[in-house]
């Protein structure tokens, strides 16, 4: 079982859709997760980091339940620029601060 | 400004070479990390260092070496082991495992291509 895991894309939305992933990681240690965003050829950039209360930054929403072991993204009203790769991120720090990422989803939202 | 740059953004490589890939940041942060991305692929961690002259593989370290003899800088060397280089290298860096939920930024990554 891959340590972290992602929903299986592509996703293909129209504008103005409601759109959520979900991410699960399989060890209990895991510290910090994050979502990036992965334009095509590009670097990641840091879409929001995920806090156990749920954090919100316009119409993206993370949410945390370490209970179940899964994080989970939301984006509202859709829009065409939100087309990219999703890739959630996890550190396990009783790994000496390892970093995995998920093998991301991919958004295609159409008009 | 303050970033990780690496270096070259793109390579060739014959097969049977070594080439190795430069990685350098100025953001005085203690944890280095190299990925390599596949076509449609996520991240997948080669080689990662917390701290000067430590370093611990990654999940797919087979063909691959690293150094951290400094803290600005974390080359990673592809070997002529490596059976199937060509791929999108990533660097990336963050301030350090006790600050949880602290930034990880990345270089603008390296395409090799084997040819």
């Known amino acids: 079982r891959k340590e972290v895991e992602q929903d299986p894309g592509p996703f293909n939305v129209p504008e103005g859709a409601t759109v959520a992933f979900n991410c699960t990681y399989s060890n209990s240690a895991s510290q910090s997760f994050f979502w990036y965003r992965q334009d095509c050829r590009k670097e990641p950039k840091l879409l929001m980091s995920v806090y156990s209360s749920g954090n919100e930054d316009g119409r993206f929403t993370a949410q945390l339940n370490r209970a179940s072991q899964y994080i989970s993204l939301l984006i509202r009203d859709s829009k065409l620029s939100d087309s990219a790769t999703y890739l959630c991120?996890?550190?396990?720090?009783?790994?000496?601060?390892?970093?995995?990422f998920g093998q991301g989803t991919e958004l295609s939202v159409k008009p | 400004d303050g970033g990780i740059t690496q270096s070259p953004k793109y390579l060739f490589r014959k097969e049977g070479q070594n080439v190795t890939l430069s990685c350098e940041q100025n953001?005085?942060?203690?944890?280095m990390y190299w990925y390599r991305q596949d076509p449609g692929q996520g991240l997948r961690l080669i080689y990662y260092?917390?701290?000067?002259?430590?370093?611990q593989k990654g999940d797919i370290a087979e063909g691959y070496s690293v150094s951290r003899e400094k803290k600005e800088s974390f080359p990673l060397t592809v070997t002529s082991a490596q059976k199937n280089p060509t791929a999108f290298y990533l660097c990336a860096s963050r301030t350090g495992q006790g600050s949880a939920g602290n930034t990880i930024y990345f270089g603008e990554g390296s395409w090799l291509t084997v040819v």
């Open positions: 953001l005085n942060h203690d944890a």
């Open positions: 260092s917390q701290i000067v002259n430590d370093f």
């Open positions: 991120v996890v550190t396990i720090y009783n790994q000496g601060g390892k970093l995995i």
